[in-house]
């Protein structure tokens, strides 16, 4: 069974930045897509940004022009990071056989 393991989460100042990884303990075939996912407490889970196996990205309303998934890693680069973006942050690799999630990685951003 593949796992997947965030890194690179943190506390940090309003207005700083942080850069999470997601790392799979083996290889993933006919990958449909690669996301970013996070949940606050007593909200949802909801799609923070998504890059498809064609390139094609989405990102949430609230984070747009802030951050930035990349297709090679699926890095997650956060900038001018809010107090509202704390949340726990969890990646998630879509193939054509099975969804795979990682455990999350806290994101704390104070005021």
């Known amino acids: 069974q593949v796992r997947l393991v965030e890194s690179g989460g943190g506390l940090v100042q309003a207005g700083g930045s942080l850069r999470l990884s997601c790392v799979a303990s083996?290889?993933?075939?006919?990958?449909?897509?690669k996301g970013w996912y996070r949940q606050a407490p007593g909200k949802q889970r909801e799609l923070v940004a998504e890059?498809?196996?064609g390139g094609g990205t989405k990102y949430a309303d609230s984070v747009k022009g802030r951050f930035t998934i990349f297709r090679d890693n699926m890095d997650l680069q956060m900038v001018s990071l809010k107090p509202e973006d704390t949340a726990v942050y969890y990646c998630?690799?879509?193939?054509?056989?099975?969804?795979?999630w990682g455990q999350g990685t806290q994101v704390t951003v104070s005021s």
């Open positions: 083996g290889s993933i075939f006919s990958i449909l897509a």
């Open positions: 998630r690799i879509t193939s054509n056989l099975y969804d795979y």
């Open positions: 890059i498809t196996n």
